[in-house]
Nanobody, 122 residues
Framework: RLMESGGGLVRAGDSLTLSCAAS????????LGWFRQAPGKEREFVSA????????SYADSVKGRFTISRDNAKNMLYLQMNNLKVEDTAVYFC?????????????????WGKGTQVTVAS
């Protein structure tokens, strides 16, 4: 399973790092991703990374502010979020893809964490 941590209440302009710990099985051969869901909105893609950390992708809304990384030896996924904005407020989910590449489509992922709340105040 996957478990997110690191969420919280911060002010606009602050930084936060989310972590995602995998247990029960190794995901070192899987692409991994971060999604988020704000109240009343669809779950949306944030970032993804392939199994060897050679390629990462970002939603336009977070490009230049967020950085995804992974540590396969520790079975961990991270999301460094800088210069947070009020519109980044959401529940953030980590997910493991069916294949080895990171992907932006939710249907490409078959393991999901339960999410961690990030609230950015103005």
């Amino acid at each position: 399973r996957l478990m997110e941590s690191g969420g919280g209440l911060v002010r606009a302009g602050d930084s936060l790092t989310l972590s995602c710990a995998a247990s029960g099985r190794m995901f070192s051969n899987n692409g991994l991703g971060w999604f988020r869901q704000a109240p009343g909105k669809e779950r949306e893609f944030v970032s993804a990374i392939d199994w060897r950390s050679q390629r990462s992708s970002y939603a336009d809304s977070v490009k230049g502010r967020f950085t995804i990384s992974r540590d396969n030896a520790k079975n961990m996924l991270y999301l460094q979020m800088n210069n947070l904005k009020v519109e980044d407020t959401a529940v953030y989910f980590c997910a493991a893809a069916r294949g080895s590449l990171g992907a932006s489509g939710k249907d490409q992922y078959n393991y999901w964490g339960k999410g961690t709340q990030v609230t950015v105040a103005s």
